[in-house]
């Protein structure tokens, strides 16, 4: 085919109008902030321990900061997604791993808090108001599983982990009995403990009220241990935070003796979670350099930081390989890839 001079010099214009294109997409100067430089500085080393769980090149990513309180995140692997709540706009949100998006999962759940998993993919939730632990069947339907203890209504359930023989124990502080943002505002009926249910009980066993405000919790890697934070200086200023545990006995009903590992009058501790090594991860508030992550050893040493421009209310480990730390914090959620597992 022969091309005539005007016919030849319009294709050469459209082809280099079209590299010129394709230039600009590939090549056009970042809109927005500009580049930060490895290592994150959300990432904050204290001891040697900390360098394997740390990795140089993972970026603080903040996906999403329309809630109003957001806590409880439960990671689904089956969907490759997690559920977290909203509580005082009484909402459970969706955070879908695959493509980032946030979307509304549910409406109208009595100020849900904590969420998790139990082994058959049902979700389990907190609610405030009304006060219980509900389980989400198959089929859409809900189970009640506790709302009462010993004919007193309980005062605001919080958190909880779900046993491998199904049963449940579960944080009731009150914090939603407190204000009606986060619930209804009531007088307490009972004092705060954590509690143990499963499917064969008309109402749950009282384990422990050791605590003041018994809020987080979570267990080892071998599931043999409960985890426990307690918020005291919410109500006690005089008290500190501490983040207690216990072995577990007889499935679940009992607990030993309570060993406290962390112990500060300077920050509050909310939920935590535990890696395959046992070191222990806790939402932190307490202000700028404190606000954030902070990492113990089994022991309680503190080794490491995840700095947090927002309080961090709580925290559970996602992905496929579960080394990835999702974190609710204020409005907003985060995630931030680790040198670890979840347990």
Not at 248 to 253: K, L, P
Not at 259 to 273: L, N, P
Request: aromatic share 10%; charged share 25%.
């Amino acid at each position: 085919m022969t091309l005539h001079r005007r016919q030849f010099l319009s294709a050469a214009a459209a082809a280099a109008g079209a590299a010129l294109a394709l230039s600009s997409r590939v090549f056009a100067k970042p809109s927005g902030e500009g580049p930060s430089r490895y290592p994150d500085e959300a990432w904050q080393v204290l001891d040697d321990r900390f360098n394997e769980y740390f990795l140089f090149n993972s970026p603080l990513e903040r996906h999403w900061s329309e809630g109003l309180w957001v806590e409880g995140p439960a990671y689904n692997a089956v969907g490759r997604y997690a559920v977290f709540s909203d509580i005082p706009n009484a909402r459970q949100m969706r955070w879908d791993e695959v493509t980032g998006e946030v979307s509304v999962l549910r409406e109208g759940v009595g100020h849900s808090n904590g969420n998790a998993f139990d082994r058959h993919g049902r979700l389990v939730a907190c609610e405030h108001s009304p006060a219980r632990v509900v389980r989400y069947e198959w089929d859409g339907s809900l189970t009640v599983l506790a709302s009462h203890y010993q004919g007193q209504r309980l005062n605001a359930p919080n958190d909880l982990v779900v046993l491998d023989g199904d049963g449940i124990l579960f944080t009731d502080p009150g914090y939603g009995a407190h204000a009606d943002y986060e619930g209804e505002k009531r007088v307490l009926e009972l004092p705060p403990a954590i509690y143990y249910v499963d499917d064969t009980l008309e109402e749950p066993v009282l384990v422990t009220d050791e605590l003041v405000k018994p809020n987080g919790v979570a267990l080892s890697a071998d599931g043999g241990t409960l985890y426990a934070s307690d918020t005291a200086p919410s109500h006690r200023p005089t008290e500190p935070a501490t983040i207690s545990r216990w072995t577990i006995a007889d499935g679940g009903r009992r607990l030993g003796s309570r060993e406290i590992v962390v112990s500060s009058h300077d920050e509050t501790y909310d939920g935590i979670a535990l890696d395959i090594d046992d070191n222990l991860w806790s939402s932190v508030s307490g202000g700028e350099g404190h606000d954030g992550v902070s990492i113990f050893a089994p022991g309680g040493d503190r080794i490491g930081r995840i700095l947090l421009p927002e309080v961090c209310a709580n925290l559970c480990f996602v992905g496929e390989r579960r080394n990835r730390l999702l974190m609710t914090a204020s409005r907003s959620i985060y995630t931030l890839y680790t040198g670890t597992r979840g347990a």
